[in-house]
Structure formats: C-alpha cells, structure tokens
C-alpha cells in the first residue's frame, strides 16, 4: 500500500525552518565571536540595573565599572573567585552536571536552593540575558553557554567574569570593587582581601565587603581554605 503524499506546504515549511535556524545562529554568534576580541562595552545586565534605577527614580544611582585585562588581576583574586563559585571551572565544558544534580536533590529534599551555575552560565547571563527563573531563560543561558565554550579560551571567559560581575549596588568588576573596599588596584588585592570581594557573591547588594557578617565572615574563611587545596596553578595555567 503506497504512503500517502506529503502535504505540499511541508518542503516550504522546512525549507523557512532551515532559513530561521540559521539566521537564529548568525545573530547570536555574531556578538560572541566579536566579544572574544572586544571588551563589552555594557551587559544586560547592567542595562537593565540603569533602567530600574530610572523607573525607581533613584536618582544618587552611578554604574562604577573599569576594565582591566587578566594580566593586571592578582593571581589570588582569580582564585578566589573560582573557589568560591566554579572548583571544576578548568575542566568542565560549561556545565557541573555534579552541582547541578546536588542542586536538584537538594530542592527536591526541600533543602534551601543551592547555586549550581558554572562561571561561563554566569558571564552568558550577565552579558546576553535578564533575571529571572523561567524555562526560556535558562534555554537561552545553556544555547549562550555553549557558544562561550566553543569560541572562547577559558582564560577569556574568567577575565571577563571579573570585569562584568556585580560585586555592590551599581559596583561591576573587581577594579571598581577592590579600589573601592581597599583603596588598591585588583593587582594588589591579596588572598584575604580576594576572598571577601568573591564573598559577598551571590548577594552583593546586601553582603558589604567592608562590613561583613559572622556568615560572610564564614564564608571568606571556606573560600580561603578553598584556594589554598586548589592551588594557584589552577588560575595561572589558563594564561594570562
């Protein structure tokens, strides 16, 4: 028995599926190949604080950001923030599928959300993303994740993380954060210092670095046993 023809809409309808599919992948790729190379001038995420300070009226609110090649962070502030938010950051391919398995047992134990999010799912967020929780959100992250993975070296993906996470209210990047805390450049920032500036993540506008709690006090305390059972080799074997 012969199978009935297809309906003649459906080469048209693949066809338009395949011109969209591509044209999808062109316009995201475009930006993350060009951000390999060029310095994010803003993120969404930083567009989106300024638009909320506006809408809230709050006008005292300033964006404090300066851009500082990997070269010019200390070796114990790169590492400080590895220990504290992505250990396997050098091997794994975007994702800590063990993190996010304890994630989910954890929620489904009824156990207080832990953060699973490797620090290339933070940097493809903050740059191409908005807040939030949704199914399509964290579609996207996971699509942006991948091309991070796939077009940039892992030294590129930290440098910017550094530059492009909010450490305080309107403060992004360990320049503007450690001049601020410390008074000094992220060159100068050392072990203790680095571990109370990557402390206050994942709730910077409410953990101060300056006045830190008996829980983020404890907290800088695990980062730093953290860094020191790590090693600086795994920051510096990225490159500068």
Sequence with gaps: MALPAPPPWLPKLKRWAVRLSLAWLAVTLAPVLL?????????????????????????????????????KISPDLRLAFVAAEDQKFPEHFGFDVAAIEDAL???????????????????????????GRSFVRK?????????????WPKRRILEVHLNVAELGNGVYGVDA???LAFGVAPSAVDAHQAALLAAVLPSPRTRRITAPTPAVAERVGWIEDQARRLGLGTVTQ???
């Design 35 to 71: 951000l390999r190379f060029v310095d994010p001038p803003t993120t969404a995420f930083i567009l989106e604080r300024r638009l909320k300070a506006w809408w809230e009226n709050e006008p005292h609110f300033t964006v404090r950001q300066r851009w500082v090649p990997l070269g």
């Design 105 to 131: 047992e954890d929620r489904l134990e009824g156990k207080s959300r832990r953060g699973a999010s490797t620090l290339t799912q933070q940097v493809a967020k903050n740059l191409f993303l908005w807040p």
């Design 139 to 151: 579609g996207l992250e996971a699509y942006f994740t991948v091309l991070l993975e796939l077009c």
């Design 177 to 179: 954060a450690s001049r």
């Design 238 to 240: 990225l490159g500068e």
